[in-house]
């Protein structure tokens, strides 16, 4: 990834929503944004205004699916605070004001790479239209969706066949926290017996999309089991004010080559440099590394321009 | 009740277009919205949102002699009505600004004001003088002063609550932008300070400003605000507090203004242009700030949620101008002030 790469920008649309239902404990919402319909790719995300005067921010969601043809995106909204609550009670004929579609998509490997795709929770939702993509190009696709327990699964047809990966993905584990459903364990305890069956057609690239925590594992599992033959691309989750680049918030250590070859670390935006990073560039040392920031990440003392005793920040 | 009188405000059919048109010194903005510092990056991001040319100008993030990491993760709150940013000034420094950012913005056709931010006097100077340097053909047309910003050596207090550390900032400003005006001939370049709100004595601080060379005023930035994460109970910010903004800061931007309109009639301060800025997401919400003394408008906050917003908010204030038949911005800047002048009016608004 080269520094100045950013993301094709999105457009504006007030999207009226088609339709809402329930799938499991989250709200797939179907709406109308034909523009943003015609551009979007797996990974990208839309900007969505919440519909309260309050509230100001958008709330990203990523894509789980864009059709051109009928000019729509849809997207599962998991309710976990005010804003994403007030999403998740739309209605058709409901209005959403959206900005979509954003950030870098998937990177898509070399025909016929094996892949594996990986969800957390809700973090299933755009591996479908991934699988497709990937299995339409001659890729051998595994998916493994996790959840702590089965009613916050998705991605399998024992929650909705309609955004599962059954009959998409060439096979499909499903892992519960509690055993409540499928094997019981986490996503990384089904990964290493995936990656050495693939291993066999080629260098697998890993897809995750989750928290945190289960993407750094997912990243660590992958070296253990493949060492540095695999690719691990990770669609993070970072709070985010804007969406589009001109906020700053969203920010992670990413450690990069530079033009000179030299590796520098920088606060890269999560909105225009990712959602979706190398695991390999990402600085697990800082992220996540201060249990009191929840989901934050520290500055690396070697990344470029980092506060140094003279001047704090 | 009777038909809207507005004593020496010029009228016009309403389906003539409004004069928008505004100028803070030998800046002539076609348009009177701008971004604002901080929440539009280096410009760039929005152009395919809006037209860059048509703004008023792009107000840039804050640049720094230096790269810069800012501060580490988690940097926003949300707030109702608001949020809090604690951001650290993250940037690539002057020159990736002057070789990557500016050009990108002469190419849009932009006017821009720069903000420069620095953890002393002497930096500040330094970034103004480079930026007056600028060839004619340079989009700069206005920097402006962020002190707002910790002062490395008294103990990281921000220069804008000192009336002595803003001085000291205008001057090394201010002196560096008359040096290159009288190199190259070319005026000097006007000289935005940028207040903050927290302060006891606002006008005294504008007062500093001006006295240190500031031609113009932007009032106002951030307030200072801190929320509690409800599951730690430790600042929800790794900065722990942030600058809160939105429309929740708006009356406090109104208040600000009008102190320092008033400052002005008064012959306290010198009669300088003020830029408005606190949770305009708008065109009545400019048309407030206006009222009170602005004579442009500066659209941050409400980008986050509308990329478009500094151009749509121009739309909508000259759409509230016309509705009340003002065919000349210039006529309602200030006019909360003047009994009288006001519109009487109002059962069409």
């Known amino acids: 990834m080269s520094r100045t790469t950013t993301a094709p920008a999105g457009v504006q649309e ?92 998937f990177p898509i490997p070399e025909a016929g790479t094996p892949g594996v795709v990986i969800g957390g929770g809700y973090g299933a939702a755009p591996l479908p239209w991934l699988a497709r993509v990937l299995t339409a190009q001659g890729s051998r696709v595994v998916g493994i969706v996790g959840a702590a327990s089965a009613d916050r699964l998705l991605g399998t047809s024992a929650v909705d066949d309609a955004t599962a990966l059954d009959g998409i993905a060439d096979a499909l584990v499903v892992t519960t926290d509690d055993g409540s459903l499928g094997a019981p364990g986490r996503v990384t305890d089904a990964l290493p017996e995936v990656l050495l069956e693939l291993a066999d057609l080629g260098d697998p690239w890993v897809y995750a999309c989750g928290p945190m925590p289960m993407l750094r594992s997912v990243h660590t599992t992958t070296r253990e089991v493949l060492g540095q033959g695999a690719r691990t691309w990770l669609a993070v989750e970072e709070s985010m004010a804007c969406g589009v680049g001109v906020c700053m918030t969203c920010v992670l250590p990413v450690a990069q080559d530079d033009d000179d070859g030299v590796r520098r670390t920088r606060m890269l935006r999560a909105c225009t440099a990712g959602p979706v990073f190398d695991g390999d560039a990402l600085r697990w040392d800082a992220i996540g590394a201060a249990p009191h920031l929840r989901g934050g990440a520290l500055v690396p003392d070697d990344a470029v321009g980092a506060p140094t005793a003279m001047g704090g920040h | 009740m009777e ?71 988690p940097r926003m709150a ?104 009288a190199a190259t001939g070319r005026p000097a370049l006007p000289v935005l300070a940028k207040l903050s709100p927290d302060v006891t004595d606002l006008v005294a601080v504008a007062r500093a400003c001006t006295d240190g060379g500031a031609t113009g005023l932007t009032a106002i930035n951030t307030t200072l605000g801190m929320v509690i994460d409800p599951v730690t109970l430790r600042p929800q910010l790794a900065g722990v507090t942030g600058g809160t903004s939105g429309p ?9 203004i009008w102190q320092l309109t008033a400052a002005k009639r008064a012959g306290v301060l010198p009669d300088v242009p ?28 409400a980008t986050f949620a509308d990329p478009s917003a500094p151009a749509r908010v121009a739309r909508e204030l000259e759409a509230e101008l016309a509705r009340r038949g003002v065919a000349r911005l210039a006529d309602v800047v200030g006019i909360a002030h003047e009994p009288g002048r006001g519109i009487t009016r109002s059962t069409d608004l």
Do not use: W
């Open chain 1, 14 to 105: 007030a999207a009226e929503v088609v339709s809402a239902r329930p799938v499991g404990a989250y709200t797939h919402l179907v709406l109308h944004a034909p523009e943003a319909a015609r551009r979007a790719q797996p990974g990208q995300f839309v900007a969505c205004g919440v519909g309260d005067s309050g509230m100001l921010l958008r709330r990203s969601l990523s894509l789980h699916a864009a059709d051109p043809v009928a000019g729509t995106l849809e997207v599962v909204v998991a309710a976990a605070g005010p804003g994403t609550r007030l999403l998740a009670a739309k209605r058709p004929g409901d209005v959403v004001p959206t900005t979509a579609p954003l950030g870098r998509p």
């Open chain 2, 3 to 73: 038909s809207a009188t507005i004593k020496d405000v010029v009228h016009a059919p309403a389906a003539t277009a409004v004069d928008l048109s505004t100028s803070i010194g030998s800046f002539h903005l076609p348009a009177p919205t701008m971004t604002a510092s901080g929440c539009a990056a280096a410009g760039a991001e929005l152009a395919p949102y809006l037209d860059l040319a048509a703004l008023g100008a792009v107000v840039t993030k804050s640049v720094l002699r230096d790269p810069r990491s800012g501060r580490a993760t």
């Open chain 2, 78 to 181: 949300e707030t109702p009505s608001g949020m809090l940013n604690s951001i650290g000034l993250q940037g690539p420094g002057i020159d990736s600004f002057l070789e990557h950012d500016l050009p990108v913005l002469a190419e849009a056709g932009a006017r821009v004001v720069v903000s420069i931010a620095g953890g002393d006097a002497d930096e500040f100077g330094e970034l103004a003088g480079r930026l007056a340097a600028l060839g004619p053909e340079s989009p700069v047309g206005a920097i402006e002063v962020n002190i707002s910003c910790p002062n490395v050596a008294n103990r990281g207090l921000v220069f804008a609550c000192d009336t002595g550390a803003s001085r000291a900032v205008l001057d090394a400003v201010s002196s560096a932008v008359s040096s290159a005006a």
């Open chain 2, 248 to 256: 929740a800061i708006r009356p406090i931007a109104v208040r600000c």
């Open chain 2, 274 to 301: 003020i830029v408005g800025a606190g949770g305009v997401a708008s065109g009545a919400d400019a048309l407030q700030l206006i009222a009170v003394g602005a004579c442009a408008v500066q659209v941050g906050t």
